[in-house]
């Protein structure tokens, strides 16, 4: 296989990746989201009619319905990686001046992440139930902006409480909802926010320390066959000095796998560090996915721009409507809030 079909089977690979985990990582609102619509949108006038029915069906099932395809996908693409590493990697690390500890790491962290997302796909997000209905409502004040008391949830026949939503993938109302996740198949809400930020730095520590890993053995092989400073015979049969790219072409035709795997892997560490600081700053000023949505797509119903009223839901992380400070929001994560009590009448 050439270097060029080589590199064209993987942009297709990464693009394909970054299209699917960035439309479906739990956030329908994002700039890829938006640019996969745009897309869809060209390109559905070309597609017979009969086809359309079947993809839209097939997503509707993948995506709207509760299903496992996700995890099989997650721990598919996990397997492959890992694989690859103890395969290559780990041996060709070996036998550099790479020390034992180091390269047993990413199997310790694969552990530690395993069980993070068996408790993120298994544990309950804070499902609304008549028998809990009762103090689930007492947890969090109505704001009167993206929540309102005597709200009914026409699915559940409940009163929403503050910061619920009705999930329609998993078809209940979940406290303090944050979003339905596909790649754990789960909501994620008041009860377990905390692993899944936990699991999302797990997944983060395993692609960055792999990463490293691999660089440090791409670097190392540069380094040992002195490539960078030989030099090649073109197609004239002059001498040429071997550059960046003729590195990055040797390395990629020599470690089609390992370069493969590093791209992968440096593509989810930078999107997962991405999402992971947007849940800090969410957590930090005590939102959920759900509400920063929301008062996004509408703002809240005295926004006009003559008003001079200044809306809580402009998202500082001191000033929100649910923000007891920085540590308090933070604690509210791992430790989720019970109902609210009410001040005894003197
Ligand atoms: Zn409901
Ligand atoms: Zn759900």
Same mark, same amino acid.
């Given at each position: ?166 999930? !329609?993938? $998993?078809?209940? &109302?979940?406290?303090?909802?944050? +979003?339905? %996740?596909?790649?754990?198949? @789960? ?110 797509? !509408?703002? $809240?119903?005295? &926004?006009?721009?003559?008003?001079? +009223?200044? %809306?809580?839901?402009?998202? @500082? ?30």
């Amino acid at each position: 296989m050439d270097f060029l079909t080589l590199f064209g089977v993987y942009v297709v690979v990464v693009l394909t990746c970054i299209v699917l985990v960035c439309k479906y990582a739990g956030q329908e609102q994002t700039p890829w989201g938006r640019y996969y619509n745009s897309v869809t949108t060209v390109v559905s006038p070309c597609v017979p009619l009969w086809l359309k029915r079947l993809f839209s069906k097939a997503l509707h099932k993948l995506f709207h319905e509760r299903n496992n395809a996700f995890i099989y996908t997650h721990l598919l693409l996990e397997g492959a990686v890992y694989a690859e590493y103890s395969y290559e990697v780990f041996g060709h690390c070996k036998e550099m001046d790479t020390t034992l500890t180091n390269l047993y790491i990413p199997y310790v962290l694969l552990v530690l992440h395993l069980y993070l997302f068996y408790l993120c796909c298994s544990r309950d997000p804070g499902t609304v139930t008549k028998a809990k209905h009762a103090t689930q409502v007492k947890v969090y004040p109505y704001d009167g902006e993206l929540f309102h008391p005597g709200e009914m949830c026409p699915t559940c026949n409940l009163v929403k409480p503050a910061r619920s939503k009705h999930c !329609r993938v $998993c078809n209940r &109302c979940v406290q303090r909802f944050d +979003h339905h %996740c596909v790649w754990v198949n @789960n909501c994620i809400g008041a009860q377990n926010t905390r692993y899944f930020l936990m699991y999302l730095l797990s997944v983060c520590a395993m692609a960055g320390d792999m990463a490293i890993l691999t660089v440090d053995l791409l670097l190392n092989v540069v380094a040992r066959t002195g490539i960078m400073y030989a030099h090649y015979v073109d197609a004239q049969g002059q001498q040429q000095p071997t550059g960046m790219a003729f590195v990055v072409q040797h390395l990629f035709l020599t470690f089609p796998r390992i370069v493969f795997m590093l791209g992968f892997l440096i593509f989810v560490f930078f999107l997962l560090a991405g999402y992971v600081m947007f849940h800090l700053f969410l957590t930090l000023g005590n939102h959920t996915s759900n509400e920063w949505v929301k008062a996004r797509g !509408r703002g $809240c119903q005295h &926004c006009h721009p003559h008003s001079g +009223h200044r %809306c809580h839901s402009s998202f @500082n992380p001191l000033r929100g409507f649910y923000s007891r400070g920085l540590l308090k929001n933070l604690r509210e994560i791992f430790v989720p809030l019970k109902p609210l009590k009410k001040k005894k009448q003197k």
